[in-house]
């Protein structure tokens, strides 16, 4: 079946530690989009990319880094640099970039500071 | 800028119909929608273009007020399934944002038996 992964579900970091999430489709699309979501909030952009090698920042993007070396992934790396990271991360993709098309989403992962 | 979502939130019964608007600043061209349930990932719903077509849910519509600063999303005769958060999106036209959606905060709608 075809969809969005993440990974891992549920993920806890001490203070002053770099984490990566994982997300991976096999939808062939384009376009990768990675959001956060904090309690009773919307989704907010983290970073996308819209082509192999190349991506951009979004709205929060301080404190985040991420990759896309394969169209298949798209992973996000929150750093240490992020004062407050405790929330809900979502992936999504979307068939090319054309605003007609849909966002699929993953299962997303729920990051805690300890 | 973010669109502006209401109600923030909605209760019904089962049977009910409800309206969720999205309101923006600026003139609208597309309008996507989903719905998230507790914990999960959002879920594709529609898109509502600017010709009025709609792409998506065969039950749920949509529409564009007259400025098009407005949309508004239908749901009739409501399903205990449709109980959720609803968000709005709307994209960046234009330049390196182009395909970039901006979602509101949502919409709580809780559909009781």
């Known amino acids: 079946d075809g969809g969005i992964t993440q990974s891992p579900k549920y993920l806890f970091r001490k203070e002053g530690q770099n984490v990566t999430l994982s997300c991976e489709q096999n939808?062939?699309?384009?376009?990768m989009y990675w959001y956060r979501q904090d309690p009773g909030q919307g989704l907010r952009l983290i970073y996308y990319?819209?082509?192999?090698?190349?991506?951009q920042k979004g709205d929060i993007a301080e404190g985040y880094s991420v990759s896309r070396e394969k169209k298949e992934s798209f992973p996000l790396t929150v750093t240490s640099a992020q004062k407050n990271p405790t929330a809900f991360y979502l992936c999504?993709?979307?068939?090319?970039?054309?605003?007609?098309?849909?966002?699929?989403f993953g299962p997303g992962t729920r990051l805690t500071v300890l | 800028q973010q669109p502006v979502q209401s109600p923030q939130a909605v209760i019904l019964r089962e049977g009910e119909d409800a309206v969720i608007n999205c309101s923006s600043s600026k003139a609208l061209y597309s309008v996507h929608w989903y719905r998230q349930k507790h914990g999960e990932a959002p879920v594709f719903l529609m898109i509502?273009?600017?010709?009025?077509e709609q792409k998506g849910h065969e039950k749920i519509s949509a529409s564009f007020n007259e400025k098009k600063q407005q949309s508004s999303l239908y749901l009739t005769a409501s399903q205990l399934s449709y109980s959720g958060t609803y968000f709005c999106g709307i994209p960046n036209a234009g330049g390196t944002s182009y395909g970039k959606l901006t979602f509101g905060q949502g919409t709580i709608l809780t559909v009781h038996p």
């Open positions: 509502l273009l600017k010709g009025g």
């Open positions: 999504a993709s979307r068939v090319g970039d054309r605003v007609v098309n849909e966002q699929f």
């Open positions: 939808l062939n699309h384009d376009a």
């Open positions: 990319s819209q082509i192999v090698n190349d991506f």
